[in-house]
């Protein structure tokens, strides 16, 4: 299944997926857990795609092929499952053919910029990463 489609949008509305995790565990500041709970029960509107989001959807597949050339390190976008909490999923920005190491591609705001730049990861991106490891 390929991430993105109609086929993909219409599958996760049945699992807790990554980029749902930071609304859950309260980092979110354009949603809440009600809104996501209505959204996953068809009940409310969906997340409106915003230009940001168009734009870091846009930008995915260059920064995965700069990730590469500067690792040396091949990964593909993949839709993984929990073995045992059959309710969780994540949509890997990529993943490596032997499974061991997964990318998450951030295309920030400057604040967040400047904190990984000081080697640090902006405490709101935490959730979504910790379901997908």
Same mark, same amino acid.
Request: aromatic share 8%.
């Given at each position: 299944? &390929? &991430?993105?489609?109609?086929?993909? =949008?219409?599958?996760?509305? $049945?699992?807790?997926?990554?980029?749902?995790?930071?609304? =859950?565990?309260?980092?979110?500041?354009?949603?809440?857990?009600? &809104?996501?709970w209505e959204e996953k029960l068809g009940l409310g509107e969906e997340q409106a795609d915003n230009s940001a989001m168009k734009y870091g959807r846009n930008m995915e597949e260059p920064?995965?092929?700069?990730?590469?050339?500067?690792?040396? *390190?091949?990964?593909?976008?993949? *839709?993984?499952?929990?073995?045992? !909490?059959?309710?969780?999923?994540?949509? =890997? /920005?990529? *993943?490596? !053919?032997?499974?061991?190491?997964?990318?998450? *591609?951030? $295309?920030?705001?400057?604040?967040?910029?400047?904190?990984?730049? /000081?080697? !640090?990861?902006?405490?709101?991106?935490?959730?979504?990463?910790?379901?997908?490891?």
């Amino acid at each position: 299944m &390929q &991430q993105g489609t109609a086929e993909w =949008l219409a599958m996760r509305r $049945n699992y807790l997926g990554a980029s749902d995790a930071p609304v =859950l565990m309260g980092f979110h500041q354009w949603r809440t857990p009600r &809104q996501l709970w209505e959204e996953k029960l068809g009940l409310g509107e969906e997340q409106a795609d915003n230009s940001a989001m168009k734009y870091g959807r846009n930008m995915e597949e260059p920064a995965r092929l700069m990730y590469q050339e500067m690792t040396g *390190i091949e990964v593909e976008p993949d *839709i993984v499952f929990h073995k045992e !909490k059959n309710f969780l999923m994540a949509s =890997l /920005d990529g *993943i490596n !053919k032997d499974r061991s190491m997964g990318v998450e *591609i951030k $295309n920030v705001c400057l604040e967040d910029h400047l904190v990984a730049k /000081d080697n !640090k990861v902006p405490p709101k991106y935490y959730p979504q990463v910790m379901q997908q490891m």
